[in-house]
């Protein structure tokens, strides 16, 4: 399914999503005919990072409700504060949606645009006694402001006059004043068990130039002014966000009443948009952090190769790492959308990912720890090519031709000298499948002068070419394997946990970076079969028995792909 296509909003909806709080309640109002049944909604991140994976659960509650109801999904850069947001950001956040499979079609905003008419707003609030000119300290501010069981205490700047309100505001704008020296704050009331609604600020002195507007502007909107105007002046419906935004609810709501006063509501196909904002649980893994904060630190010092290194729990690093945009969704699908907070597992979005891998990635053969295995009837000069099966769940993916010679790398954890009663694989006197190929008998072993085994030599029966016994013979066990003379060397990045433990904040004296998990990347050199050589950068195949491997977009070279290892094939305990 094309997520981008509007479709009808029951066969669009999953079962997941039919049954949230959040598609009830839009539900109801497109049965009430509020906004005339019209659905607009938003995703609008600040472009001071990279999207990750928390981010991919609000896209798809934010665009999949959007298509549910046959509504549309802006994409919107929240870039009202000017210190850390960069356009740089602005291009992976773009890139990284789409790639998701979202299509915001003409509906790019950017909220930096709107500066004027928000400060157009809080002018029209002061001339209403709406807002004033505080200038109490920030740390007077707070404590005047209180605790929510007690009322706080009014500044005694709340009094001021319009004109002289106005006139400092204008001199705030022009930068007469010192950060900090000033704000503007609303006026509603310092008595609420709320302590939003105590006054809030409203705009703030800033001297620092923003990414789109330069040195413009001397004072910035908070979040909690600008984002009801944004959402407002869109003419967005539905501002679905995350839950540390439930008790700022009033104070939205205040600011749409004030733009309906004032008439600054978009009016749409003759209706009067009224954005409305609703609160669902936001996305935890564990063995991750997920704050654009810390990622950023984990970039800036080096501690990762970068905002889409493949161990972060960023879009682009999951991208990188091989995880199928489809996989990703169908995880945010699965975790649904709850008020309730918690922390999922890991293991699920990797059980999405191998489901999704096991479908749709070509098997190839590779030994990344190699043993020499040696076939002594098996003449030294010649070579056979044997059709191997792509993918055993897709008829379709058809079957390779894969070179067979008398010497080949095997697996080293696919040979025993001493086996144990579990293992059916290869040992001394041990007949084993070598897969597409032919069945293959163990009679001598060679040791190095450590003792160490340094090759297997045997006997293959050459009435079982294909791999089958002629006389339906069994062998427990089938191994991969890579002609020797024809291996192409891969590098191969093994990667583990970014963080040893589930919860790295969990201990707040402790810095979440102590937790890194020393061990998150190994390089290590493996040989493939020569088909491996034409994948290109992004694509994902399954190394038969070890694990998926994507072609990274970053380091592959023509013919010399450098494979990310995506994810195991089973859930191991410690390992991904
Ligand atoms: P962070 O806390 O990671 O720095 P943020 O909330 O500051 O993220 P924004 O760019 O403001 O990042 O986020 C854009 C939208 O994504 C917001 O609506 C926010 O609620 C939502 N969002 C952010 N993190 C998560 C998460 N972990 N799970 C679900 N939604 C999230
Ligand atoms: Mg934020």
């Known amino acids: 399914m094309n997520p981008t296509t509007p479709t009808d909003a029951t066969a669009a909806a999953t079962p997941e999503s039919r049954g949230h709080f959040i598609y009830q309640f839009i539900a109801e109002d497109v049965a009430a005919g509020r906004n005339g049944g019209q659905v607009v909604t938003r995703f609008p991140p600040e472009p001071n990072g990279f999207l990750h994976i928390g981010h991919a659960k609000a896209i798809c509650i934010d665009f999949g409700m959007a298509e549910a109801f046959n509504g549309r999904c802006h994409l919107r850069m929240d870039d009202t504060n000017p210190a850390k947001e960069d356009e740089s950001y602005v291009r992976a956040i773009k890139e990284d949606v789409r790639w998701l499979g979202f299509d915001w079609g003409e509906h790019f905003y950017y909220a930096a645009d709107m500066f004027e008419q928000m400060h157009d707003l809080a002018v029209a609030l002061i001339k209403s006694g709406h807002a004033y000119v505080c200038d109490l300290s920030q740390e007077e501010w707070k404590e005047y402001r209180g605790i929510p069981t007690e009322p706080g205490i009014e500044s005694p700047y709340r009094k001021r006059g319009v004109e002289e309100n106005l006139d400092l505001f204008a001199r705030m704008r022009a930068g007469e004043f010192e950060e900090g020296s000033r704000c503007l704050r609303a006026r509603i009331d310092m008595t609420s068990p709320n302590i939003h609604f105590r006054d809030p600020v409203l705009y703030r002195i800033m001297k620092q130039s923003h990414y789109r507007t330069g040195d413009q502007w001397q004072i910035y909107p908070t979040y909690d002014f600008a984002h009801p105007i944004e959402d407002a002046l869109e003419g967005v419906t539905h501002s679905l966000c995350t839950l540390e935004f439930e008790v700022h609810r009033p104070l939205y709501d205040w600011v749409i009443d004030r733009m309906q006063e004032l008439g600054m509501l978009v009016v749409r196909d003759g209706h009067t948009i009224r954005p409305q904002q609703r609160e669902f649980a936001r996305l935890s893994l564990d063995y991750t952090v997920m704050s ?246 992004g694509e994902t195949v399954q190394f038969e028995r070890l694990a998926y491997f994507c072609a990274d977009l970053r380091l592959s070279r023509p013919g010399q792909p450098v494979m990310n290892r995506t994810v195991t094939l089973k859930e191991a305990r410690g390992k991904n």
């Open 292 to 537: 654009k904060r810390k990622l950023l630190q984990l970039v800036q010092d080096q501690l990762v190769e970068g905002w889409d290194d493949p161990r972060m729990p960023t879009i682009s690093g999951l991208r990188r790492r091989g995880y199928p945009a489809a996989a990703i969704r169908d995880f945010c699908d699965r975790i649904g959308v709850s008020k309730y907070k918690s922390s999922t597992e890991l293991a699920l979005l990797e059980s999405c990912v191998r489901d999704h891998l096991n479908r749709t990635a070509q098997r190839r053969m590779a030994v990344i720890d190699p043993l020499r295995l040696v076939i002594d009837n098996y003449p030294a000069d010649a070579e056979e090519w044997f059709d191997a099966v792509n993918n055993h769940e897709d008829p379709e993916a058809d079957t390779r031709k894969v070179p067979f010679s008398r010497e080949l790398w095997i697996e080293r954890e696919d040979f025993m000298e001493f086996p144990d009663k579990k293992f059916f694989r290869l040992a001394p006197g041990r007949e084993v499948r070598l897969r597409y190929a032919c069945l293959f008998t163990c009679t001598s072993v060679e040791h190095d002068d450590e003792g160490r085994v340094v090759a297997v030599h045997g006997t293959y029966d050459p009435e079982s070419r294909g791999g089958n016994a002629p006389d339906g013979r069994r062998v427990r066990g089938t191994i991969h394997w890579v002609s020797i003379r024809h291996a192409q060397p891969l590098e191969t990045r093994l990667y583990d946990r970014l963080f040893t433990v589930p919860d790295p904040e969990a201990d707040e004296s402790r810095h979440f970076t102590e937790f890194l998990n020393p061990d998150s990347l190994r390089c290590v050199n493996a040989w493939g079969e020569p088909s491996l050589t034409e994948l290109l950068p």
